[in-house]
């Protein structure tokens, strides 16, 4: 069962507007209730499309797609192919927030996966069953196939920086060698990939909705949730129990000095101090 969250503001970096932004407009926010569901496997397309649109003015997303505005498209997709991955893992959960008229317009997002090997992980794949897996595995091939030849249809990813790209992936590498490889404490967990509101629906307590479907799972496996909070996030993870275990380091500077890597504890959590 979700763990019930006291609900309070969150901000996230703004959109670009303008008349010439590629950025796509949203229809604007009604009163209609809120409502929560899991996504089905081939949804990635919802998750790209609110994760390139929320991000599109981030200093990350500057330093990685300087060339986003030419090539949207090709921006966007990356969000898709990659939300797309995830979701052919047995192991990763992703939730919807939705308008009550419109289930098939989500308005945010969230995508965890489980990380160990401890009786509740290994029955995450048990309960899809072989026959599931294999499917799956299929799927994902298949997908890899597709994003594959689309990219060498189009010529790739025009919207990036092939250095910033590699570059980065030897930032979040490091961060996981300093904070997770390694950790026994902290092996046994559920960790976000990506967990994001439109702006316009920011401060209503969506994001904590959203969290609130792994914490209430973390609570009953008894095992702690990490996450790599960016400064906009960072209050709202404070305010459902996270603490901050160590800023990031070396040149991983896109969120000045906030953000970082945090850690939430399970209710009840029995486990020693987890040691930064």
Same mark, same amino acid.
């Given at each position: 069962?979700?763990?019930?969250?006291?609900?309070?503001?969150?901000?996230?970096?703004? &959109?670009?507007?303008?008349?010439?932004?590629?950025?796509?407009?949203?229809?604007?926010?009604?009163?209609?209730?809120?409502?929560?569901?899991?996504?089905?496997?081939?949804?990635?397309?919802?998750?790209?499309?609110?994760?390139?649109?929320?991000?599109?003015?981030?200093?990350?997303? @500057?330093?990685?797609?300087?060339?986003?505005?030419?090539?949207?498209?090709?921006?966007?997709?990356? $969000?898709?192919?990659?939300?797309?991955?995830?979701?052919?893992?047995?192991?990763?959960?992703?939730? $919807?927030?939705?308008?009550?008229?419109?289930?098939?317009?989500?308005?945010?997002?969230?995508?965890?996966?489980?990380?160990?090997?401890?009786?509740?992980?290994?029955?995450?794949?048990?309960?899809?069953? &072989?026959?599931?897996?294999?499917?799956?595995?299929?799927?994902?091939?298949?997908?890899?196939?597709?994003?594959?030849?689309?990219?060498?249809?189009?010529?790739?990813?025009?919207?990036?920086?092939?250095?910033? &790209?590699?570059?980065?992936?030897?930032?979040?590498?490091?961060?996981?060698?300093?904070?997770?490889?390694?950790?026994?404490?902290?092996?046994?967990?559920?960790?976000?990939?990506?967990?994001?509101?439109?702006?316009?629906?920011?401060?209503?307590?969506?994001?904590?909705?959203?969290?609130?479907?792994?914490?209430?799972?973390?609570?009953?496996?008894?095992?702690?949730?990490?996450?790599?909070?960016?400064?906009?996030?960072?209050?709202?993870?404070?305010?459902?129990?996270?603490?901050?275990?160590?800023?990031?380091?070396?040149?991983?500077? $896109?969120?000045?000095?906030?953000?970082? &890597?945090?850690?939430? @504890?399970?209710?009840?959590?029995?486990?020693?101090?987890?040691?930064?």
């Amino acid at each position: 069962m979700p763990v019930p969250i006291k609900e309070t503001p969150q901000t996230m970096p703004p &959109v670009a507007r303008g008349a010439t932004s590629p950025v796509p407009q949203i229809p604007a926010p009604s009163q209609e209730p809120i409502l929560i569901r899991r996504a089905r496997l081939f949804e990635g397309h919802h998750v790209g499309r609110i994760a390139a649109r929320t991000y599109y003015d981030a200093e990350l997303t @500057k330093f990685l797609s300087p060339r986003r505005e030419k090539y949207y498209s090709d921006y966007e997709f990356g $969000f898709q192919s990659r939300a797309q991955t995830r979701m052919f893992s047995p192991r990763n959960i992703t939730y $919807f927030a939705y308008e009550k008229s419109r289930p098939e317009a989500p308005i945010g997002y969230m995508q965890f996966v489980r990380l160990g090997d401890d009786e509740a992980a290994k029955k995450m794949e048990m309960d899809v069953g &072989v026959t599931g897996r294999g499917c799956l595995w299929v799927a994902s091939w298949l997908w890899w196939v597709w994003v594959k030849m689309n990219l060498w249809w189009t010529g790739g990813d025009r919207s990036e920086d092939p250095e910033a &790209v590699k570059k980065f992936i030897g930032m979040v590498e490091e961060e996981e060698r300093l904070h997770w490889e390694g950790r026994e404490d902290r092996a046994n967990r559920w960790h976000a990939q990506s967990v994001v509101v439109y702006e316009e629906y920011q401060g209503r307590g969506i994001g904590k909705r959203l969290m609130a479907e792994v914490l209430g799972r973390a609570d009953s496996e008894g095992v702690i949730t990490g996450i790599e909070a960016s400064a906009a996030g960072e209050l709202m993870y404070r305010s459902v129990g996270f603490e901050l275990v160590a800023r990031f380091s070396g040149e991983n500077t $896109f969120e000045g000095d906030s953000g970082g &890597v945090m850690i939430r @504890k399970p209710k009840g959590w029995k486990g020693e101090t987890l040691n930064k």
